[in-house]
Every structure is written in C-alpha cells, then in structure tokens.
C-alpha cells in the first residue's frame, strides 16, 4: 500500500473526482496542503487577493460547465468565516463547490489558538456537509463523501475542515484505486409524467416555467424538445434564462416584480395550467402568492421533495431530477404526437409572440448624462450570443436582465438567491478560467464594483481577460429606488468630489485609476454614441494586453427602472417612457408591432 500525508491523499482525490483548477489563499494553516498540491501537480491553483473573492471565483467556474465543481481554499479562521457567504450564495442557488480550510492543531482547537474558530458548525447552515476532520484515516472518506453529496440530490457546496496536524500526518491510501461513489438522483415514474401530461394536456393556455434546475441536469435539450413537441410556451426563470433563445417562437419571456418582460408577466397572467420544472418559486419571481396562482393549476417537478409544496401546494408534484423527468416527458410526448392525442397550441403560442412584438420597454434615448437602457441596447449591438455575462444584484442587473439578450444556458451566469454585491468581479474571473474561449461581459453597478475591486489584479496577474461594463450613477440605486416607500433618500448616495479628480465632478471614485492600478485597462464614456466604439475597444484591449478591461458608463444620477412597489406581477409600475415606435427599441427580439 502508498503511505503518503492526508494532504497528499486529499489533493489526488481531487483530481480523479475531476478538479483541474482551485482558487485560494494559502496561510500558515494550510500550507500543508499547499505543499501536496505542488508536489502532486496537475491542478492548476489562481491566487486570489480575498477569500471570499476565491469562493466566488469557484462558484462562477462552476456555473460555467455541467459537471464542474470549482474548488476553494483558505488557512484557518478567517478565511473560512470570509467564505461564508460564496457557501450561501451557492448553496442558494444550488451550484456544488468544495471548500476547503486550514485548521489549527486538534489539540488546541478547543483552547483558543490563534484564528481557531469552529467553522463547521458556522457553515453548516449554509452547505450540505460542513466537518472538521479529526482523524487523519478518515481524510479519503469525507472527500469521497463530499463529492458524492455535492452531486447527489440538490446540489450544493461542502465545507472540508483540515487540522494542522491532521494534513502532516501519513496514511495508507491507493490513489489508483480510488472511484467516485455513484450519485444519486431520484427519478420520475412513467405514470406520474402520463398524470402530469393529462393535466397540460387539459388546460387551454399552458406555461413550462423552466428554472435552474434544468440547466444544472444538463437536461436543456430535452425541455427544448418537450416545449417544441408539445407547443407549450415556455417561462425561464433568472436561473433559467438562456435554456431557450430569446429569440425562440416558443420562448414567451421571464415573469416576475422585477427581472421580467412586459410581454412575460402579461402572457403569464392570461395562462391557466403552470409545469414548473428545477424551479423553486422565488419570491421576486411570484410575487403575491394569491395573483400568482389564481385560474391555474399547476404541477411542479423538483429534485429535492421537501421544495415540492414549500412555498404553495401546487396540484401536482413529482420528486424527481430534471433530466430523468424531461426523458419520459419527452417519451410520452412523442408516443402522444405519433397517435394524434396532442392538443394544437399555434394559437396561443401565437398570441404571446404577438405581446412579445407589442409590449416592450424604450431603451434608445440620447441624453447625457447617459440613461442605462441605451447601454444595454448597445450592449446588444456589441456582444454577440455566445456572450457569458455575468451579474449579481442591483438596478443594473434588473435592467440587464430586462433589456440584454441571451440564447444559451450558462450564458447568463447570475447568484440569485443571496445576491451579494462584490460577486460579479471574482464570479467572472471564475467564469473566464473555466471558459478561456468565451467572450465573459460582466455587469455591475458602483457599489458592486467597488466591494470586491481588488480582484481585478487577479485577472491582470494570471492574465484573465474579461470586458466589465460598469454603470456608475454614484449612487445605490436599487436601495434609494426601495426608500421611496419610506420617503426618504437616506445613506445611499456615493457622491463626492474628488480632489484628485475634479473632472468627475461629484461621482466621486476614479475607478478608471483604480482599474489601471490594479493592472487593468479602463475606458470611460459619457456620451451615449461613444459606446459602441468604446465597447468594441475593450473587446481589443482585452485580447492584446490579456486582462480585465473596465468600460464605465457615467450615468444619470436617478433612474427609477420597471418593478412591482406592491408585490403584485399584475401592477409593475413603468417609471420611464414605453416603445411607441420601433426606433425606441432598436434591438428588441421583435420589432415593435404599432
């Protein structure tokens, strides 16, 4: 038998569960490991300057592919309780990564040593697994678990807490024998998909609402399948946005009080039977339970049980992964097609393709200083489909998600349920080391960009090239935008003049200074026709100087952008001018139907 350190065994597990890439922080506490990653190689490691930048940077590397499980790690203390929030913001959302922290030594752990801190218990909460690992034969078994864990059911992150001593120490352990353990998954039955399709199938006006479930089974072909077989419009979630192209005939728009389409929420609302498959029913996506479900009926399919009936009782619900249900949906159509048993929906797939060409929001305005909307309309003029964009949380993801445009899954790479500002930075490195072929746009706001900014210096020291499209108005746009109700303008306003830069006027941080200090290239704009041309010139710094280039946007100070104020999908309030001519809408997915 190999005799080698628990460290050693830890890092050639890795790589046979099929990690080739982590981001970390090393410290005294961890360098164990550290030695036993270089000593093994074959796992490429990118240095973060924060830890929880690196616990972003692996949930992006992870959101990236199916099967990738981006990997994070970090010395004790510290490290751990500053990854705490990539653990929420991924097990929010479902994405599998490893964590990974160093500890100190198992006999003092108890006694207050230095940055000794029980981060298995803080992280419970947040993980499938969290667990201190006392025993150093017991290393190879809790990787092995964490892995099967991280891919079985729901996926989601594992913490994995290494004492000091527990790395240094030698086990036996044969690496060329070692196998993952098979995952588990539940499935749907043949008579509950028949019992499903019955119900679709007896509706008048059905909806598919296809969350991020479905992206994450790898099962975006079958639901294409399914959706075109049975002529049922189709509703992503934010999660979900790209498993249909927006420009698809079947693809009827994203619903909800804010991230959402006229067109979406209006479609939605005349329909009378809802499938929902690998979606959770988010809040911001409902909205007032009572409007949302009233007139349909609905069947909701989940790979966790204990989602199905969480947030309301649908009619219906399957416990099953999205994958094994769209395969014995997809069967039961066809039979269902060949014998002539399926139902003609032309005519209300139609009919929301036709509010899809007349209920549309304006974003071709020429002021300056610049409105958002006319950069995303820009944005769409620049960036092609393969496009991965990446965004967290604030009216510029809002307008983002109501204005830009995206035709395949994993094209829209969002934290949805923790939203944490700071995200966006490491989330798109993590996005443009699992995929250095892409073209990886990132999206933020100041106060977003400003958190985690010292990331950017990973991109320009490792040479990872990305385009960052900031929309600085100075301001926390979203948070003054929510003190309306409170009628107050209260402690969000970013404004300062800068004595180093007056040419800024009040917008306060030079984040084009910042960007070249950090390594970076950065270009501003302040007239909406430079745009294009500046976006354009990003895409070629970008590629010959191989890092992150900032493109900000100086914006309007106060953009009220469309979002319910009642909780209510029926009462979304348009703060700017609609699209009364086709001009006002340049690149919509339809050309505006007057």
């Given at each position: 038998m190999a005799r080698m350190t628990a460290a050693r065994a830890a890092v050639e597990i890795l790589k046979r569960e099929g990690v080739s890439n982590a981001f970390g922080v090393p410290g005294a506490a961890i360098n164990p490991f550290y030695a036993a990653l270089k000593a093994s190689g074959g796992i490429h490691h990118t240095l973060a300057r924060h830890v929880e930048g690196a616990s972003h940077m692996a949930e992006g590397y992870t959101r990236t592919h199916p099967g990738n499980i981006g990997v994070c790690i970090g010395t004790s203390g510290p490290a751990g309780t500053d990854m705490i929030t990539g653990l929420y913001s991924a097990i929010g959302d479902s994405i599998p990564i490893l964590c990974i922290t160093g500890q100190a030594p198992t006999a003092v752990i108890h006694k207050e040593d230095f940055q000794a801190v029980d981060i298995a218990s803080i992280a419970k909460p947040v993980t499938k697994m969290a667990v201190t690992v006392l025993e150093a034969a017991q290393v190879p078994g809790v990787f092995q678990q964490a892995f099967h864990l991280m891919r079985s059911g729901r996926p989601g992150p594992v913490l994995i807490d290494l004492p000091i001593d527990v790395q240094l120490t030698e086990i036996e352990f044969d690496p060329e024998t070692y196998a993952p353990l098979p995952v588990y998954k539940p499935a749907a039955t043949r008579a509950q998909i028949e019992k499903a399709i019955g119900m679709l199938n007896a509706s008048e006006r059905p909806l598919i609402v296809a969350g991020g479930g479905v992206i994450n089974a790898d099962a975006v072909e079958l639901l294409v399948e399914f959706a075109e077989l049975t002529g049922t419009p189709v509703v992503p979630t934010l999660m979900g946005w790209g498993l249909l192209p927006d420009d698809h005939e079947l693809n009827a728009g994203m619903v909800g009080l804010q991230t959402s389409h006229r067109y979406g929420n209006a479609t939605f609302l005349e329909s009378d039977f809802v499938l929902g498959i690998g979606n959770r029913w988010a809040n911001r996506h409902t909205g007032k339970l009572d409007v949302y479900t009233a007139g349909r009926k609905f069947v909701h399919v989940d790979v966790e049980p204990t989602q199905i009936g969480k947030i309301f009782a649908p009619d219906y619900g399957i416990a099953s992964d999205a994958k094994a249900a769209l395969e014995l949906f997809?069967?039961?159509?066809?039979?269902?097609?060949?014998?002539?048993?399926?139902?003609?929906?032309?005519?209300?797939?139609?009919?929301?393709?036709?509010?899809?060409?007349?209920?549309?929001?304006?974003?071709?305005?020429?002021?300056?200083?610049?409105?958002?909307?006319?950069?995303?309309?820009?944005?769409?003029?620049?960036?092609?489909?393969?496009?991965?964009?990446?965004?967290?949380?604030?009216?510029?993801?809002?307008?983002?998600?109501?204005?830009?445009?995206?035709?395949?899954?994993?094209?829209?790479?969002?934290?949805?349920?923790?939203?944490?500002?700071?995200?966006?930075?490491?989330?798109?490195?993590?996005?443009?080391?699992?995929?250095?072929?892409?073209?990886?746009?990132?999206?933020?706001?100041?106060?977003?960009?400003?958190?985690?900014?010292?990331?950017?210096?990973?991109?320009?020291?490792?040479?990872?090239?990305?385009?960052?499209?900031?929309?600085?108005?100075?301001?926390?746009?979203?948070?003054?935008?929510?003190?309306?109700?409170?009628?107050?303008?209260?402690?969000?306003?970013?404004?300062?003049?800068?004595?180093?830069?007056?040419?800024?006027?009040?917008?306060?941080?030079?984040?084009?200074?910042?960007?070249?200090?950090?390594?970076?290239?950065?270009?501003?704009?302040?007239?909406?026709?430079?745009?294009?041309?500046?976006?354009?010139?990003?895409?070629?710094?970008?590629?010959?100087?191989?890092?992150?280039?900032?493109?900000?946007?100086?914006?309007?100070?106060?953009?009220?952008?469309?979002?319910?104020?009642?909780?209510?999908?029926?009462?979304?309030?348009?703060?700017?001018?609609?699209?009364?001519?086709?001009?006002?809408?340049?690149?919509?997915?339809?050309?505006?139907?007057?």
């Open positions: 997809v069967e039961v159509a066809r039979e269902l097609k060949a014998a002539g048993k399926l139902p003609d929906r032309s005519a209300w797939a139609a009919s929301a393709q036709e509010r899809k060409a007349t209920l549309q929001r304006r974003t071709h305005f020429d002021d300056i200083p610049i409105k958002p909307q006319r950069v995303y309309e820009e944005m769409n003029k620049a960036f092609g489909p393969e496009t991965r964009y990446v965004s967290t949380i604030g009216l510029s993801q809002i307008a983002g998600a109501q204005m830009l445009h995206v035709f395949k899954p994993r094209h829209w790479i969002n934290c949805g349920q923790a939203g944490p500002l700071g995200w966006t930075i490491p989330a798109a490195l993590g996005v443009a080391k699992a995929d250095p072929e892409a073209q990886v746009v990132a999206l933020s706001g100041d106060y977003d960009f400003q958190f985690m900014i010292e990331e950017l210096a990973v991109g320009a020291q490792h040479k990872i090239p990305y385009v960052h499209v900031l929309v600085n108005n100075s301001y926390l746009g979203l948070i003054r935008q929510a003190q309306r109700a409170f009628d107050i303008d209260f402690q969000v306003k970013l404004e300062f003049e800068n004595v180093n830069s007056p040419e800024l006027g009040v917008y306060g941080v030079d984040h084009v200074k910042v960007a070249e200090g950090l390594g970076c290239k950065a270009i501003r704009v302040t007239d909406p026709n430079e745009l294009g041309a500046a976006f354009e010139q990003a895409k070629k710094l970008a590629q010959e100087y191989q890092v992150p280039v900032v493109v900000e946007a100086i914006l309007e100070r106060v953009t009220n952008i469309s979002m319910s104020t009642t909780n209510d999908i029926s009462n979304v309030v348009e703060f700017e001018e609609l699209a009364t001519e086709p001009g006002h809408a340049p690149t919509s997915i339809k050309t505006l139907k007057v």
